[in-house]
């Protein structure tokens, strides 16, 4: 299996967005390499920071309940993982797409620790 992203993932209320980009920017003395802005409910930013991705965002509810930690994988090709993780009773919410193309499901480690898997769909050039 071929992984090509890791990604820590901070979700906050949305009306603790800003105060908290705020924060990580002023603390870490860093900015945002991407973004997005879907309105309150689905808006986020990634920085880079100590080898990996830091992302900050608000989104729907992802998760049932919340655990510790949430990350994200980003794969090649959902077929190879998501049957393990089916196999495992391990998925959260069935492959669905975002807005802006990524083809994704969610799971949970035994622990609650909840785990996006996804792919960015390629651009024809």
Known sequence: MSYLDFQLLLYVPSEQYEPCRTF???VFATQPFYGWDEGPEDRGVKYNL?????????QENPFPTSGAVHFQLQVPTLEDIYPRAQAAGAVTQEPFFRPY???MFRMADPAGNHINIYTVPTTAE
């Open 101 to 103: 193309g990524w083809h």
């Open 24 to 26: 990580y920017e002023q």
């Open 50 to 58: 100590a080898g990996t991705k830091l992302v900050l965002l608000t």
